[in-house]
């Protein structure tokens, strides 16, 4: 199963950075801030995942973020930890998470 890190940075202080300096991308932020960043010891966490009868569109309130979903054999609706929906492509799914059963 893969192993997930985060580092977890205070939204203010990368909204401050962002609004300072113009657009920044994650990696050069994280290694201008990375002396204020942890890493978690989150490594396993269970998702569901549904393949789609009919296109469908999705909101996940975490990424702030629509995606939309087709019925062509190849998306999948994943649903996270705490509820939150992201669509990706079966071979990405079969490649990333370990099937329990």
């Known amino acids: 199963m893969k192993k997930l890190l985060l580092f977890v940075l205070s939204a203010a202080a990368f909204a401050a950075t962002l609004s300072a300096s113009g657009p920044i991308n994650a990696l050069d932020y994280i290694a201008e801030n990375g ?7 989150k490594t396993d966490y269970t998702v569901k995942g549904m393949m789609v009868a009919e296109s469908a569109d999705i909101y996940n309130e975490l990424e702030l973020v629509s995606y939309h979903a087709e019925d062509d054999g190849e998306s999948v609706v994943l649903e996270g930890t705490v509820g939150e929906q992201w669509v990706t492509k079966l071979p990405k799914v079969l490649s990333t998470y370990t099937h329990l059963d």
Not at 35 to 41: E, I, L, M, N, P
Request: charged share 30%.
């Open 35 to 41: 002396d204020r960043a942890f890493v978690t010891g």
